[in-house]
């Protein structure tokens, strides 16, 4: 079994390269200015006090970029009646307007950061203050400021999914209705590595090239070019390592734009390194979704309808992913794991003064899987009847598949009866009741969650993954692939399964997904559809590499190429003892042995059924995770280890959202009020501790490795869970209803507010 990762000892050591651990000759460096308030006209810049400060090149405002286009965002469906996303804009600096605390409105470029930094602080701006909201639902309230003038009610899109006339017969004839309204808040995706950029023009080669931290070089290419106004042919985006992602790292952002606009002009590379305060502030946010959801049952209590009215705030901007994550991200999977003959969903997308919303991991599902599961759960609450058996009523059967869903994906195959069987055996879900009477003899309030997700992994937005399989002198294979790696492990795993076609020592194999050196089209890491997509199509491409080798193999050893066989790495004649190994063909005749190879597989659907239990301290508020189980359906797995690293990283995003995360706007002013982590409470190791983790496997047929994915399963399942748990807890102290994070002091005031 393999102990490691490829990448682990390059990065235990310290030899990982970040951003900011690049730099060009005679770069400058960059300082943004960033507006103070959360909406406002400008009135006037002055920046000539910063353009004689010592060592500043530059200053350039808005007005000096209107060349540049807007940062792209698109949809490719359309709102009820047909109506169209309705795109305001974003500029790399703000341009007349600043629309939220944190908006950059200048870049200053000096022979140094702090030079940069000192002349930022003598630009003299003059703004004339606006309203500024920055809560959806009042945003889209009769008469309230206008983010943008050219977006009316500031709802840029009025969407819906599902056949809402069907659905309201099902209502209409429904034995009884169950409801319930939840808030899936706000978060601030914190990487461990702020974002930075190095940003330089090759005027000889009219090449932009930009060292950034991203999950895919294509797709930043691609949105660079809409605002460049280039080809993405004479565009590199290069990284190495990139530290953690969770789809803020997606997407091109205006600094990165701004930064090739001063390096084009000055004819010197741009280095931008941001800082902590600089994430909470302009990084892209998530979440922020408001669902009032409905049930309708029929009389045995299985579940014949869904309803589903949501209000997504997207913020200040459109991201170019923030739309296509708060429509079809969310309804992909719009009725769960539930034979739902009749669905139905609206979803609106508002803007405020807060900052641009898109993914962060899950991206749109945890939203979906958080409405329903909460749903369910309360309705099993409502019938008196064990949220288990309540589920297992509705659950779609393993012969129905493939399954297609009301808001018309295809569910491809799965075992939803088999995976919570399977949760609640591991959990001892029939001891539950024990265990919450010895917890309540210990002053305890414990409660019990369950989560039965599904959720849909990323199709990607390029036609088309390319891979290249590249051999060197020395018989080193580097695979080039256009997903990033920030912490997944994909130099391992995409080693591991090109490796088992090849038959070569794991350790002679290097991924590379971002260079100046080559060019790829593909899909960005994102949706959890690195392996399934990439990895299929790099295990394709090296049985390509084998097919190849034939004809030389059968040169180098003087025999016909039917009698050659290729077993465990080494291209043999049948019947004889007579070989050479692909390594040894490589030494000699790499060059014709090496792959460009293209491919493309779409979303399949992992599932899992989440359980867990939750003990609360009435006197302090203060939450436990008492025990957590996992059951997932991934399809194959090819490292268990990688697997398991990343559902435990995602159970505890999930717990951090649900005890301790919340991105804090004051109503009045607009200013963030939880910008740092004295104010903003990120999950620590440990705060799901020793879950256990099991496997129900269904392999896909829709890719060659039977693979579904698992970045992001974690996530979804544990934030109903999690929160279904707390919420059980409570309900035994008299607590009717309860949104997250279940802060110590929140829960607290919640039991306060029910004693006599």
């Known amino acids: 079994m393999l102990k490691g990762r490829l990448e682990d000892q390059r990065m235990l050591t ?4 970040y951003v900011s651990d690049w730099n ?20 006037s810049i002055d920046k000539q006090a910063a353009l004689d400060s010592p060592g500043v090149l530059a200053v350039f405002t808005g007005d000096d970029m209107r060349a540049l286009k807007s940062l792209p965002a698109a949809l490719p469906v359309k709102g009820r009646g047909g109506t169209e996303l309705i795109n305001p804009g974003r500029p790399a600096l703000a341009q007349a307007r600043v629309r939220f605390a944190g908006d950059a409105l200048a870049i200053v470029v000096a022979e140094s950061p702090a030079a940069a930094q000192d002349a930022a602080e003598l630009i003299a701006v003059e703004y004339r203050d606006r309203a500024a909201v920055v809560e959806a639902t009042e945003a889209v309230a009769p008469g309230a400021p206008l983010v943008h003038d050219a977006v009316p009610q500031n709802i840029v899109l009025d969407y819906e999914s599902g056949n809402e006339d069907l659905t309201a017969r099902a209502f209409a004839s429904a034995a009884r209705v169950v409801k319930l309204s939840v808030h899936n808040s706000r978060v601030v995706g914190n990487p461990m590595e702020p974002r930075a950029c190095l940003a330089a023009y090759v005027s000889e080669e009219g090449m932009y090239h930009l060292y950034t931290c991203t999950q895919g070089a294509p797709i930043m290419r691609n949105q660079l070019s809409a605002v460049l106004g280039v080809p993405p042919e004479k565009i590199r985006v290069i990284a190495e390592e990139v530290g953690g992602g969770f789809g803020v790292r997606f997407n091109l952002y205006p600094e990165y734009c701004a930064a090739l606009f001063a390096a084009k002009a000055l004819g010197r590379p741009v280095k931008w390194t941001g800082t902590r305060s600089e ?14 959801g409905e049930l309708a049952l029929d009389a045995s209590n299985r579940i014949v309808g869904m309803r589903f009215d949501m209000l997504a705030n997207l913020g200040a901007y459109l991201a170019p992913t923030g739309p296509f994550i708060n429509t079809i991200g969310i309804v992909n999977c719009l009725s769960g794991v539930y034979d739902v003959p009749a669905a139905y969903a609206r979803i609106r997308l508002a803007l405020t003064n807060t900052a641009p919303m898109a993914a962060y991991r899950g991206a749109g599902r945890p939203v979906m899987s958080y409405a329903i599961e909460r749903l369910v759960d309360h309705a099993a609450t409502e019938l008196g009847m064990d949220p288990a058996e309540f589920r297992r009523k509705s659950l779609i059967a393993k012969s129905s598949f493939p399954y297609r869903i009301a808001a018309g994906f295809e569910y491809d195959c799965g075992d939803f009866t088999g995976v919570l069987d399977q949760a609640l055996q591991v959990s001892d879900w029939s001891g539950f009741d024990k265990r919450k009477a010895e917890a309540a003899k210990r002053g305890r309030l414990r409660g019990r969650g369950m989560s039965t997700y599904i959720e849909a992994t990323g199709a990607g937005f390029a036609p088309q993954d390319q891979v290249e399989l590249r051999w060197d002198a020395e018989a080193v294979l580097t695979l080039y692939a256009p997903t990033h790696n920030h912490g997944q492990g994909h130099e391992t795993t995409f080693a591991q399964v090109v490796t088992r076609e090849l038959g070569v020592p794991l350790e002679s194999v290097r991924l590379r997904t971002a260079g100046p050196d080559f060019y790829l089209a593909g899909n960005a890491t994102g949706g959890s559809r690195s392996l399934l997509a990439v990895g299929s199509v790099l295990m394709l491409a090296a049985r390509e590499m084998v ?4 004809a030389l193999a059968a040169d180098e050893l003087e025999a016909a190429a039917a009698d050659i066989e290729f077993v465990q790495g080494s291209y043999r004649i049948k019947g004889t003892d007579r070989a050479i190994s692909i390594q040894d063909l490589a030494r000699g005749r790499g060059r014709e042995l090496d792959v460009a190879y293209a491919n493309k597989f779409g979303a399949t659907f992992p599932n899992g059924c989440h359980i867990t239990e939750v003990e609360i301290d009435p006197e302090t508020g203060e939450a436990e995770i008492a025990s957590y189980v996992v059951c997932d359906d991934a399809g194959n797995i090819i490292n268990h280890q990688i697997v398991e690293g990343q559902v435990q990283g995602g159970l505890t995003q999930g717990a951090g959202q649900v005890f301790s995360e919340l991105a804090v706007y004051d109503r009045e002013s607009g200013q963030l009020l939880t910008g740092s982590f004295m104010d903003y409470a990120m999950p620590r190791a440990g705060l799901v501790a020793e879950p256990r983790i099991v496997e129900h496997p269904v392999p896909t047929g829709l890719n060659p490795l039977g693979a579904k994915g698992v970045g992001e399963a974690g996530v979804t399942g544990s934030l109903p869970a999690l929160m279904n748990a707390v919420v059980d807890a409570l309900r035994g102290a008299g607590v009717k209803h309860f949104e997250m994070p279940a802060t110590p002091l929140r829960v607290w005031k919640a039991l306060q507010e029910v004693r006599p």
């Open 14 to 17: 310290g030899r990982g390269r």
């Open 24 to 43: 060009l000759a005679g770069q400058a460096y960059a300082y943004f200015l960033r507006s103070d308030r959360a909406h406002a006209d400008i009135v």
């Open 279 to 292: 994430v909470f502030l302009a990084d892209e946010q998530a979440r922020d979704v408001l669902s009032h």
């Open 547 to 550: 097919k190849k080798g034939l």
